[in-house]
């Protein structure tokens, strides 16, 4: 597509519910990130896609976060056991490539707002 | 570490000039700036890699000294469309290779009025 789509823009959940948040990213970009960014803060990093691989899950809290990228488009970041902290704004990026010996310039979604009541 | 932007917040007069600064702790392969508008996804301005080289992007440039860790944002000759909140990116020295895994900033909100 022309830019990085994700779905759904806004999810709110119940504490102790499972949530997936979809990102498309842009056609022929082979690296993707997820990033949250909660309010008033900068985007924090989570996980990067190389291709179907995981590159780098450094920055998932916990084990109650899960990332996959299958096919090595589309990718679901998937939350279970919600807790009320994880009330953020989950972004996706996409870049051409994620190994760049270079500038590697990241094109960000509009996010999914996530609320846990 | 995250970096350490100054100003917190801005507001100018259309024309008026800002600087928004980001300092790091850690040696750096690359600094980003993005801008975001409220509910809207960072939009990239510029990328600096080390070198200590400045870009421009029309009334819009930045400088990056490696040695000291820092990148400056120059905003000159501000618009009303350049209201938002201003975050720097940065990526650690990793051998020459950048990943995109960046560490941001806390954000600097810059309000131009007419």
């Known amino acids: 597509g022309a830019g990085v789509s994700q779905t759904p823009s806004n999810k709110v959940t119940e504490k102790g519910k499972y949530v997936e948040l979809r990102c498309d990213p842009i056609s022929g970009h082979t690296a993707l990130y997820w990033y949250r960014q909660s309010l008033g803060q900068g985007p924090e990093f989570l996980i990067y896609?190389?291709?179907?691989?995981?590159?780098?899950d450094s920055g998932l809290p916990n084990d109650r976060f899960f990332a996959v990228r299958p096919e090595g488009s589309v990718s679901t970041l998937k939350i279970q056991r919600t807790e009320r902290g994880d009330s953020a704004v989950y972004l996706c990026a996409s870049s051409l490539r994620g190994d760049s010996a270079g500038a590697n310039v990241l094109t960000f979604g509009a996010g999914s707002r996530l609320t846990v009541l | 570490q995250q970096p350490v932007q100054s100003p917190q917040a801005v507001i100018l007069r259309e024309g008026e000039d800002a600087v928004i600064n980001c300092s790091s702790s850690?040696?750096?392969?690359?600094v980003h700036w993005y801008r975001q508008k409220h509910g809207e996804a960072p939009v990239f301005l510029m990328i600096l890699l080390k070198g200590g080289e400045q870009k421009g992007h029309e009334k819009i440039s930045a400088s990056f000294n490696e040695k000291k860790q820092q990148s400056s944002l120059y905003l000159t000759a501000s618009q009303l469309s350049y209201s938002g909140t201003y975050f720097c990116?940065?990526?650690?020295?990793?051998?020459?290779?950048?990943?995109?895994?960046?560490?941001f900033g806390q954000g600097t909100i810059l309000t131009v009025h007419p």
């Open positions: 850690k040696a750096l392969y690359s």
């Open positions: 990116g940065t990526e650690k020295n990793a051998g020459g290779t950048s990943y995109g895994k960046l560490t």
């Open positions: 896609f190389q291709g179907t691989g995981a590159a780098d």
